[in-house]
């Protein structure tokens, strides 16, 4: 039945005046019932729950003027509206999406993620992965340049087992880092995608190189002793290793890895870098024989000075294609005994740990550390 609406606002305006909240809501409801388009007057009904302290109620009909608003594409009066809501119950996640995604619509990006990433984290808090990976995914898209954000979805990957996206957006990651020069960021970065995908032997060469960079030789050495294991004759490893070795002052250790290289320099062509290894062996070592036998020197003679003597270029090329005895690693350690290459195979083994491997072995998905192989 139509009603006055003209009468039935000047009645409901008349018990505003009186602070009779009561019967001015109803009247407002009819107002509202006649006309359900009027969303000034759901509005106004809103308010008087408010007043009413029914919240509950208050809320459902400051959503439903908001919702309205921005399905008619006002988002400004959409934003003011989900506030009034907000002020009610800011942790309600579902305002802080609908207002992200009015700023979204209205070009204000910064707005928008700001919106975005409190919804998100409310997501997270909630256990709705789904959802808080929506909202990380599409503040990615509003500004693909953010490193950080980037790397919090690919948390987000991790986490949910999706280990190809998460790799990408890692990578990603680490190209702008390494790019920007922040190699703290990008080490920490590195580690997490090695965590995911640890066969990729070139970014384990990088992450060696960045924790020598950084003066920490032992995380180098975990590295390099999966690297050893997986590729026992592989040049760049065996030179990161000896390099490592020496900055340790492990000479000896050093001096056990390199004797593996200038057979493998040979075999590539590189004669002037096993000649070079030779060399190095001597300064490290200089009674090694080995070494002096290849440089054409007198093995009897003590004085290292004697390494400025011109070699027999014979027996230096004869000693470079010369492959090391087959124990010439199985005395190298890793980690002060920790870890030893055996002599049959050459595998790394694990003793019982008395450094920081046992922190390698039990990497967490945040912040993944170097994996080791099982204890022999």
Known sequence: MAINRNKVLNAAQKHIRKGNWDKALKEYMLLAD?????????????????????????????????????????????????????????????????????????????????SFHQAQRMYKE??????????????????????????????????DGLNAQAVEAFSFCAGKLEDEGRHDELLQVLERVLFLTPQRHDLRKQVV???????????????????????????????????????????????????????????????????????????????????????????STEDSGVLADAPSTDALRARQSTPPPADTLGGVEFLDDDIEFLDDDLEVALAPATTSAPAAQSAPPRAPAPQTPPTH
Not at 56 to 84: C, F, H, N, P
Not at 231 to 246: A, C, K, Q, S
Not at 254 to 278: H, K
């Open 34 to 114: 006649d006309d359900p388009s009027d969303l000034r007057t759901l509005l106004k009904c809103g308010d008087l729950y408010v007043k009413l302290d029914r919240i509950d109620e208050a809320l459902s009909a400051y959503k439903t003027v908001a919702d309205r608003y921005a399905q008619q594409d006002m988002y400004e009066k959409a934003i003011a509206v989900y506030k009034q809501a907000q002020r009610l119950d800011d942790s309600d996640v579902a305002l802080h999406h609908a207002i992200g995604e009015c700023y979204f619509r209205l070009g204000r990006l910064k707005d928008a993620v700001r």
């Open 126 to 159: 909630l256990g709705d992965a789904d959802r808080q990976r929506q909202m990380l995914e599409q503040m990615v898209r509003i500004d693909p340049e953010d490193v950080g954000l980037r790397i919090q979805l690919a948390e987000r990957y991790t986490r």
């Open 209 to 299: 190189r960045l924790h020598l960079d950084r003066r920490d030789e032992q995380t180098a050495l975990q590295h390099l002793q999966i690297l050893f294991r997986e590729t026992p004759e592989d040049v760049e490893t065996l030179e990161l290793l000896g390099n490592t070795f020496e900055r340790l002052g492990r000479d000896d250790k050093a001096v056990m890895v390199l004797l593996s290289l200038p057979p493998l320099y040979t075999a590539a062509g590189r004669r002037a870098d096993a000649e070079n290894i030779w060399r190095r062996i001597a300064r490290l070592d200089p009674n090694n024989a080995q070494a002096r036998e290849a440089l054409g020197l007198s093995p």
